[in-house]
């Protein structure tokens, strides 16, 4: 097992100043969900240089390829995203719709490129107890909801999102495992850091109606439906000091519509926003009383308030054992003291969909320079941020498909969903729209 750890990183060290030029390129030409055509030739033409048959176009613009062909024992899935996220205020923003890399996906997308590479030049497909599934996956920012609304009106998606869709169309039915990278904000240095849970969040829509009437002549003729909608505003800032510490809960939004002109009485105004938490039991309490804090605002005002609520993204639930593995890797390249146990991750991911139907992870890297969807975000150190992880994700996958690793951790895991139960509610969360 050694000696395969040892071929295939030298076969990242060998390919990684070509990977990085690509990641480079990527940064320059960023494109938003389900519109990640350029990105995705990139990255499939790279897996076609090295050998791999390509299945693309899945969901609009992901990949998937695979090892080995044929059937197989197990297989353990290799992610990374293609989206950028927006980021007007960042130098590297694009001037048609400021998409970016502040999210760091470029930098999976490298890693994922570094590891097939390996392992096809390291020639140890035959020596492994299972197949590597690679996967270049669409639209985890959850974003552009209109255009991808309007993807679903026309049949080209059901889901808002890349790993949503993969699911749907079966792209993880043959995956036993599945390790994702995740660059760390504000960490220059190489190191790792470990979550084990994450929050999860539902979308909320929410729109209200008045009257309108002259702003300055005749207010009380009117209905002030921006005044209704910053009251509900208000009522959930008074709800705040009840969240509960434990379920890291977090609501936030943004006013969408706020009147149509200053001389009038606003009389039409809209709200979207996220309900976060770290458990679908808390999400369901956290939006019932989003629901209310802006019904009974509309009540008040005699306006007529409506909140709809959309399917985001479900918790994340990282594997205990697929961590301890990571994390044992990771000890034969960085000292304890950059290695970091982080515990619970705010923000919220699409892995957390899949997290519920098979053993997932995602160790974040460092490498990072500033924060994440922020103008400051940069990459100082890419080997911290893509060969280093590389090394380490690539030598956890040899463990797991070796010494019936990957067995073990199976016999004893127990999935929140079967994939079945996830699509019904999925519909049933459509439905509810």
Do not use: W
């Amino acid at each position: 097992m050694e000696k395969m750890k040892e071929a295939v990183e030298k076969a990242i060290d060998r390919n990684a100043a070509e990977v990085i030029g690509l990641v480079k390129d990527i940064e320059q030409h960023p494109e938003l969900g389900f519109q990640e055509h350029r990105t995705s030739k990139i990255v499939a033409d790279y897996l076609c240089g090295c050998s791999y048959e390509v299945e693309d176009g899945l969901a609009l613009t992901g990949l998937k390829t695979s090892l080995k062909s044929g059937k197989n024992k197990y297989t353990v899935a290799f992610i990374g995203e293609l989206d950028g996220i927006i980021c007007k205020d960042s130098p590297k923003a694009s001037p048609a719709d400021g998409a970016t890399h502040t999210c760091g996906h470029n930098l999976q997308l490298g890693i994922l490129m570094l590891i097939a590479k390996a392992m096809k030049e390291a020639g140890i497909a035959g020596q492994l107890d299972g197949n590597i599934s690679f996967m270049a996956i669409p639209a985890e920012e959850y974003i552009q909801l209109e255009y991808r609304r309007q993807l679903r009106k026309e049949n080209k998606i059901k889901y808002l999102s890349g790993k949503q869709e993969f699911i749907r169309l079966g792209l993880f039915d043959d995956i036993d495992a599945a390790i994702m990278l995740h660059a760390q904000p504000n960490s220059e240095e190489a190191s790792i850091h470990i979550y084990g849970t994450g929050n999860g969040f539902e979308l909320k829509d929410v729109h209200c109606k008045g009257k309108t009437a002259h702003a300055a002549a005749a207010p009380h003729e009117g209905i002030n439906a921006l005044h209704a909608l910053i009251q509900g505003i208000n009522n959930i800032n008074a709800l705040r000091d009840t969240f509960r510490d434990e379920d890291h809960s977090r609501i936030h939004y943004i006013i969408t519509k706020g009147g149509d002109n200053v001389n009038s009485v606003p009389s039409d105004t809209a709200l979207q926003g996220y309900v976060r938490s770290a458990s679908i039991r808390s999400i369901k309490e956290l939006s019932s009383k989003f629901d209310k804090a802006f019904l009974s605002a509309g009540e008040n005002f005699n306006a007529k308030m409506s909140v709809s609520t959309s399917a985001g993204y479900m918790p994340l639930i990282c594997n205990h054992s697929l961590n301890e593995i990571f994390v044992s890797n990771v000890r034969n390249f960085l000292p304890e003291d950059k290695i970091y146990n982080k515990g619970h991750f705010m923000a919220s991911t699409d892995l957390g969909d899949l997290s519920h139907i098979i053993p997932v992870i995602q160790p974040m890297m460092g490498g990072i320079k500033g924060g994440l969807h922020s103008p400051d975000f940069e990459v100082v150190d890419y080997n911290a941020a893509i060969t280093l992880p590389a090394k380490i994700a690539a030598n956890t996958i040899i463990d797991l498909l070796t010494n019936d690793t990957l067995s073990t951790i199976l016999e004893s895991y127990k999935p929140e969903l079967s994939k079945e139960e996830y699509l019904q509610l999925m519909d049933k969360d459509i439905n509810n729209e």
